[in-house]
């Protein structure tokens, strides 16, 4: 067994050449500030500190190393999909994304149809069999159902069989919307059913919301309200989602945020609710194939490794399917009261993580 480790002088006087060494090897964006000089020195230490029990006296072999490494550079080789200049692993998930926005021509989407069946073949690629194409349907980006059925179908006919094309959409809670939806019911749900994506305006959240989300019930509608871990005003009292979700509200949850795309604040209210049991989908909430692509195999696979594969397959392909099939939820699990959450320490909090 052998162990390294790295001691600093009473006096700081290492650690601070170290960190002046760290910050000029920072890439210019990162602004060389404390906290990041923090984090990248925690990456150095962790990859100076090896732990291996064969290490002492054992010797490898260097055919055996050389055709091991060939093996396993044939099997990536094989296992790789090129989907438009981009490599993905063969996917070995199965998963439904419930939000979407792959249209193009009917808001903040994609420009054209090319980028459309570019970022359906991505989702194709990272293993979505089923995709919701979701419009917006706000003051700015009115939606028009008969028009984006017809987008949909142009665009199942131009990309096959896979991703299945689903049509729903990302509801604005407005006064004239509540009122459509109310009496069109199921006009803008996920595929038809009684589940509808609901989205608060960024400004504020009205006084009158729970009267809001007690009317859409009433109508029977299922709300889903949308990424509330990227919502300003919920990260200042997150306690209101836990209020809402014991009223019958479910939760979506963008994947990306979950793995930390969207910041260390998303990041943080993401692992929390989904400690709380407050997330009842993940879904990718995608608009363009380079910034924010149709991907949820990354969250998938964190999911799995923080909560195992159950949670994942429950969050990511058992409640999407029940959502599209217009089914109740797999399963539902009791909400966690935000006072009863223990927190965990974490081993590294002495460099701020």
């Known amino acids: ?152 179908a142009e665009l199942q006919a131009a990309i096959g069989d896979v991703p299945k094309l689903l049509l729903g959409c990302d509801f604005h809670l407005s006064y004239e919307n509540i009122q459509q939806a109310v009496e069109g019911r199921t006009q803008f749900t996920i595929n038809g059913t009684h589940y509808l994506l609901v989205e608060l305006g960024e400004q504020f959240i009205p006084e009158q919301i729970d009267r809001v989300f007690y009317e859409i019930q009433c109508a029977d509608l299922i709300p889903i309200l949308t990424h509330p871990e990227r919502h300003p005003l919920l990260q200042r009292r997150p306690e209101l989602l836990y209020h809402w979700v014991t009223r019958g509200c479910l939760v979506q949850v963008t994947a990306k945020s979950y793995t930390g795309g969207f910041g260390r604040r998303a990041q943080r209210f993401s692992e929390q609710w989904l400690e709380q049991n407050l997330i009842h989908f993940f879904a990718s909430d995608a608009h363009d194939p380079r910034y924010r692509p149709p991907i949820l195999s990354e969250c998938y696979r964190k999911v799995e490794e923080t909560r195992g594969k159950e949670v994942a397959e429950l969050l990511l392909e058992e409640n999407p399917r029940a959502a599209i099939e217009g089914r109740p939820l797999a399963s539902t699990w009791e909400p966690i009261e935000p006072r009863l959450l223990k927190r965990k320490r974490r081993w590294f909090s002495f460099l701020g993580g």
């Open 1 to 152: 067994m052998v162990r390294l480790a790295i001691h600093s002088s009473p006096g700081g006087e290492n650690r601070h050449r170290g960190h002046e060494a760290i910050r000029g090897r920072l890439p210019p964006q990162w602004g060389g500030s404390s906290r990041n000089v923090r984090a990248c020195f925690f990456k150095q230490i962790t990859r100076l500190v090896y732990c291996h029990d064969n290490l002492v006296g054992a010797r490898s072999n260097p055919a055996e190393d050389s055709e091991r490494s060939a093996a396993k550079h044939e099997g990536r080789q094989k296992d790789r999909i090129c989907v438009k200049g981009r490599a993905r692993l063969t996917p070995e998930l199965l998963m439904i994304d419930i939000h979407c926005h792959p249209l193009s021509g009917v808001d903040d989407g994609p420009r054209s149809f090319e980028i459309s069946v570019e970022m359906c073949r991505i989702a194709a690629a990272d293993g979505i069999t089923h995709l919701v194409a979701t419009p917006h349907s706000n003051y700015e980006y009115p939606y028009n159902a008969e028009a984006n059925r017809t987008k949909l």
